[in-house]
């Protein structure tokens, strides 16, 4: 193993072993159990998932190819990147978070002209290389001066060249930039993409400034730019947000609670006007896969009548998919995650260890029992077939294929324990009742349960007990399908008394 050279010098304040614990569960999925980002879920994924073993980390205070410091790396494992199927771990305690900081610094490690493997930090500060972080300027006001200057920036340093004349990340260089590692890598589009190192001036300083290690974009330090040009491109890159973009810079609640509220009459219906007497918690998304018309956020609403408990779900998204015809067609989705034990397991479906219950309601599912669901005649209305009697173009139905029969309800009670274990429970145990209906451009989404259940797979629910929660969209439109999708992190449901 890499760690074995660095558990003993690895510098920072932490416990190797439970950061260890802590990143098989949560972060190896995805980074690599050696920290080689290459792990499981990488298939999925895009952009790739970071590889510590190189010792190139993007997103930090320090300048050019210098390693991150501890706070860098604390800050980025709780806010996570924005955009990218990093999410936020602010559902993880701090002491977990900077324990995991000394594991992957532990994962940063090499193998010399020797063949010995040698830890990019400990090498650094043996040779006194640790970098301090960047100083710069408080951040100016914006003025009409300074978003001049600022663009007179944005041209002589070419930044067009990349992201575009209007900053929409679509330049001529675009379509030819890789990263470090031969994967591409796109521009950032500063009208809607997604700020990953955060939206904030003093991020974006840095991002300019030092750059972003492994990637195309090149530090401009101070032997490039003043700090006054670097803030004067600062301002100008902010003032080419759209407005209903900036909900993607939001972060998350701080406690990460979603409240059941008790009433006294339970909404079955998804556009029930009682909805809008409770305020909604707002649930950031990222996408697994880069969306060209990413979903940002969903809202939901949770009440209870003692009896049940009902979830309202509402997301923006302009186009209706549902029932796919086509092998290139894919249907609108959500679904919820629910911990079976208390602890928050890795995002990708738990583990064997941890296993969760998932509640998922699909557009095509809702249109089978709202009717009529399209099919090839509907789809194709020119078609011209010879006249059969009893003729059924839904050939897997008529062929008896039970995955294919008529559904009772648009919302399947399932139970998973890591990827490729997700098993629909027996039809007797489907308890989980829902519907979805789009207007507006919004799909508004109903589930309820029973509080109790006495089945094994189902989620327990208790007055007053959190109980872990995640969820997930799926956009047809955008090809969603199966481990592309859009995600949120761990939260926690809370059914008041």
Avoid at 150 to 179: R, S
Wanted: one cysteine or more; glycine letters at 8%.
């Amino acid at each position: 193993m890499a760690v074995r050279a660095a558990e003993s010098g690895a510098s920072g304040s932490g416990n190797l072993a439970v950061g260890k614990t802590v990143y098989e569960q949560h972060c190896a999925a995805c980074h690599g159990q050696n920290g080689d980002g290459n792990g499981p879920a990488t298939v999925w994924l895009f952009p790739k998932p970071r590889n510590f073993n190189t010792g190139l980390f993007k997103i930090k205070s320090t300048p050019g190819v210098a390693l991150p410091t501890d706070d860098d790396l604390l800050e980025t494992i709780t806010r996570g990147m924005a955009g990218s199927s990093m999410p936020s771990f602010t559902y993880l305690t701090e002491a977990e978070r900077r324990n995991v900081v000394q594991y992957v610094k532990a994962l940063a490690t090499y193998t010399n002209g020797e063949g010995k493997r040698v830890n990019h930090f400990e090498e650094a500060a043996k040779n006194d290389l640790l970098a301090q972080p960047v100083r710069f300027p408080p951040e100016p006001p914006v003025t009409l001066a300074a978003l001049t200057q600022g663009k007179e920036v944005y041209v002589k340093f070419q930044c067009a060249a990349c992201h575009g004349e209007t900053g929409a990340g679509d330049g001529p260089n675009a379509p030819t930039l890789k990263d470090n590692w031969g994967f591409p890598a796109l521009p950032r589009d500063f009208n809607s993409g997604a700020f990953r190192g955060g939206p904030t001036g003093r991020d974006l300083y840095l991002r300019i400034h030092n750059g972003m290690p492994g990637t195309p974009m090149p530090p401009f330090g101070k032997e490039a730019m003043t700090p006054e040009e670097r803030w004067a491109l600062v301002l100008y890159i902010q003032s080419l947000r759209q407005k209903d973009a900036e909900i993607s810079d939001m972060l998350p609640p701080p406690d990460g609670h979603i409240h059941v509220q008790r009433v006294k009459k339970l909404p079955v219906d998804p556009l029930d006007a009682e909805w809008e007497r409770w305020d909604p918690a707002r649930v950031p998304v990222n996408p697994l896969w880069p969306e060209p018309n990413t979903i940002f956020a969903l809202s939901v609403r949770a009440v209870h009548d003692g009896k049940r408990v009902a979830i309202q779900m509402q997301w923006r998204d302009p186009v209706r998919n549902g029932a796919p015809v086509r092998v290139q067609d894919f249907q609108d989705a959500v679904a919820l995650q629910f911990s079976l034990n208390g602890s928050t397991p890795f995002l990708g479906m738990g583990d064997a260890r941890n296993p969760v219950n998932i509640w998922m309601w699909r557009a095509g599912w809702q249109q089978e029992l709202d009717g009529p669901r399209p099919d090839v005649n509907t789809r194709y209305v020119s078609i011209h077939v010879d006249t059969y009697f009893k003729t059924s173009y839904q050939t897997a139905q008529a062929a008896g294929n039970p995955l294919a029969q008529p559904r009772k309800s648009a919302v399947e009670d399932a139970n998973a324990r890591g990827f490729g274990t997700l098993t629909p429970q027996p039809a007797s145990e489907q308890n989980v009742q829902g519907r979805g209906v789009w207007h507006d451009g919004f799909w508004n989404v109903l589930v309820y349960r029973d509080i109790k259940s006495s089945n094994e797979g189902d989620v327990k629910f208790q007055l007053n007990k959190p109980v872990p929660v995640a969820f997930a969209i799926w956009d047809g439109a955008q090809q969603d399908r199966n481990g592309r999708k859009e995600i949120s992190n761990w939260y926690q449901l809370v059914l008041d008394p």
